[in-house]
């Protein structure tokens, strides 16, 4: 039992630190982005670049994250910014087709094979009477490190603040003469470092692959939506909650697993109804 819960809790945990992004950049900029996929996936791929290269995990993850940061800010400034406003259709569409292209173009510069990664810790403690990784609890308590950032950040900073005024009333906002779209920016490239550093996080532990950022980000939408849309604290919960759905499922029976998350998502939503 110790072990599913510790499992149940990593997985809550790392679907904390991709969706809240995925939660802030709807919550924002009415935008979803499928981007948020691809910067996920890069950062799992650069991580074993350098690790390949002779790098130390944690110079790999901190080398991963920081590339991230400038291609988040282009795909932000060049194709992003021109979906503020329009329809939430043109902004799938948008984001959808850069997916598509970065995923061919991790496949070009690394090729389709899954390439496996071993636990940088390697080290387990006992709890309970159960071995349980390290770094598994590392990840654990960093997702609550990064939940307790944000809300300083968001709460506590001038740059949080104008975002939060923005999510609640963004043309009054811009009527203070505050360019509130470059603001945004910088929830954008957030949200996307935070994205990179899941699939770093979360490399692994699972096997390193072009369309890894398509399987979780179905599962991080369902986040999202349970969480609420923009709700950092909702984000956390649902998170944690829907990972240790997944743990149980998981235990109970394997391939029911994800589709039990979709089936706590359409509870939700039939009890509270989406309002976009």
């Known amino acids: 039992m110790i072990g599913i819960i510790a499992y149940g809790l990593t997985i809550g945990a790392i679907l904390y630190i991709i969706s809240i992004g995925l939660s802030l950049?709807?919550?924002?900029?009415?935008?979803?982005?499928?981007a948020h996929a691809l910067a996920y996936t890069a950062g799992a791929y650069l991580l074993y670049s350098v690790m390949r290269a002779g790098g130390s995990f944690l110079l790999a993850a901190a080398a991963g994250?920081?590339?991230?940061?400038?291609?988040?800010?282009?795909?932000?400034?060049?194709?992003?910014?021109?979906?503020?406003?329009?329809s939430i259709d043109y902004a799938i569409i948008g984001t959808y087709a850069v997916l598509l292209i970065g995923v061919d173009g991790i496949k070009w510069l690394w090729g389709a094979t899954p390439i496996p990664l071993s636990d940088p810790i390697g080290e387990y403690v006992q709890i309970f009477g159960v071995d349980l990784p390290v770094y598994r609890l590392v990840i654990i308590i960093l997702a609550g490190v990064i939940?307790?950032?944000?809300?300083?950040?968001?709460?506590?900073?001038?740059?949080?603040k104008v975002v939060v005024?923005?999510?609640?009333?963004?043309?009054?906002v811009r009527s203070l003469g505050i360019r509130?779209?470059?603001?945004?920016?910088?929830?954008?490239?957030l949200g996307s470092a935070l994205a990179a550093l899941g699939g770093i996080l979360y490399a692994p532990i699972t096997t390193v692959h072009p369309y890894m950022g398509l399987h979780v980000l179905l599962v991080c939408f369902a986040v999202v939506l349970v969480g609420g849309l923009g709700s950092m604290r909702g984000?956390?919960?649902?998170?944690?909650?829907?990972g240790m759905v997944i743990a149980i499922t998981g235990r109970v029976w394997g391939p029911a697993a994800e589709t039990a998350v979709f089936a706590v998502m359409a509870v939700v939503l039939m009890v509270k109804p989406l309002e976009i």
């Open 25 to 34: 950049t709807f919550g924002t900029m009415r935008i979803v982005n499928f």
């Open 180 to 189: 509130v779209d470059s603001y945004f920016s910088i929830v954008f490239v």
């Open 235 to 242: 984000t956390l919960v649902a998170s944690f909650a829907l």
């Open 147 to 160: 939940f307790l950032g944000l809300e300083f950040f968001f709460r506590r900073t001038i740059v949080g």
């Open 165 to 172: 005024a923005g999510l609640e009333d963004k043309d009054a």
């Open 65 to 86: 994250v920081i590339i991230v940061v400038p291609l988040a800010w282009l795909i932000e400034r060049f194709i992003i910014r021109r979906l503020y406003g329009q």
